[in-house]
């Protein structure tokens, strides 16, 4: 586990809002909480949401848990990013703490659908990469619903009804993961995540240092 932040992250680099998306059970969750272990230089973009809270889940830190009258707020108010309705539930994007991100040279981490991922675009498309997770087969996507045991028979097949539309939007991705071995697939994640922190649009800073000991050459050789 790395014991400090990324090089590079705070005020001169613009933040990276890495987006990682998939249908139910492909594993998306699952490489998001290791790359928040693994990487102290990101933050989790914590949605609101109508979803009756999971046994599991605690409000505040796996999502913000608000009624359906309290999300038509916030939605009518401005005060979200993107939403959607998944699974007859409601998520959403808070708006303040991702500019406040950005405005500090923070990285932050969604954990979104498709939908959500293409409304984001609309206003953060040039801060975004933006990553879909295939599971291996559909068997593999089935199992690992089922084994989760927090879900109905019914909201599995939901799951995987909305699965099929969801696979259909894989090319609106920047980057394609087949999560067929986690340990690799957590590699190729966190490979994704280091490119983007170096890329020429997000660090004006180095563009700087590499100008500045352009001009000291210049005057060493004369």
């Known amino acids: 586990m790395s014991n400090k932040a990324s090089e590079g992250t705070g005020p001169g680099r613009l933040g990276v809002l890495l987006v990682v998306a998939s249908p139910s059970g492909a594993g998306k969750s699952t490489l998001s909480r290791l790359l928040l272990q693994d990487d102290r230089g990101i933050s989790m973009s914590i949605s609101a949401t109508t979803r009756p809270r999971r046994p599991s889940e605690v409000d505040g830190v796996h999502y913000h848990f608000v009624t359906p009258s309290r999300f038509e707020q916030m939605r009518a108010g401005g005060e979200l990013l993107e939403s959607a ?48 997770i295939l599971p291996p087969n559909v068997a593999a996507l089935k199992s690992r619903l089922e084994r989760r045991a927090e879900d109905s028979p019914e909201a599995i097949r939901r799951r995987l009804t909305t699965a099929r539309t969801e696979l ?55």
Not at 99 to 107: H, I, M, P, S
């Open 85 to 132: 309705e998944v699974h007859g539930n409601l998520y959403g994007t808070p708006r303040q703490p991702i500019e406040q991100a950005l405005a500090e040279g923070r990285d932050v981490l969604f954990d979104l659908n498709f939908e959500g991922t293409l409304q984001l675009y609309e206003t953060m498309r040039e801060h975004i990469v933006s990553v879909f």
């Open 168 to 222: 259909l939007h894989w090319h609106e991705f920047d980057y394609i993961i087949v999560n067929d071995d986690l340990d690799s697939s957590f590699a190729t994640l966190k490979a994704i995540l280091a490119a983007a922190r170096h890329s020429r649009g997000r660090n004006a800073a180095w563009g700087a240092l590499a100008e500045r000991m352009s001009a000291e050459l210049a005057e060493l050789i004369g």
